[in-house]
């Protein structure tokens, strides 16, 4: 089971620790392939990328857009076709498993009062949900004056 952790990051299966928003890349990726393969990518304004298949599954991990830059967002993804059915591997937020239950009950079951940074679940069509996003806190600080 993956628990999403808004502000703070993910908690990954088995033991194999937390993903914490601001972590390097190396870190994040020995704590990913403790999983699952993890494979290098790009994605077009981040310093840095890499994603890992574990179940039915796709796990994406990206840097801030600045080299050196830390873990800035975790998303999750369910391979086409997918939106018909339940999820196999859970995904929670709030005591909520996001891919295992219709959209519309996962909705209702999330509370209602949601920080900026909470995570945004989505689907293409069906009624389940094919990805969900966990993205860092926005540091206000630097743009604040």
């Known amino acids: 089971m993956f628990t999403l952790l808004p502000g703070v990051g993910v908690e990954l ?3 194999a620790g937390t993903l914490r928003f601001g972590m390097s890349e190396h870190d994040a990726q020995w704590a990913v392939s403790t999983l699952a393969d993890v494979r290098e990518s790009w994605v077009c304004g981040a ?15 990206l840097g801030g857009p600045r080299r050196g830059a830390g873990l800035a967002e975790v998303s999750f993804e369910r391979p086409g076709g997918m939106a018909d059915v339940a999820g196999r591997v859970p995904v929670v937020w709030a005591d909520v498993d996001l891919f295992g239950y219709p959209l519309a009950e996962v909705e209702t079951a999330l509370p209602r009062s949601r920080p900026a940074y909470a995570p945004a679940p989505g689907r293409t069509a069906g009624p389940y949900v094919t990805h969900v996003r966990l993205a860092a806190p926005q540091d206000r600080s630097a743009t604040d004056h």
């Open 13 to 15: 299966p088995h033991g």
């Open 47 to 61: 310093a840095w990328a890499f994603g890992a298949a574990y179940g039915d599954l796709v796990l994406g991990v």
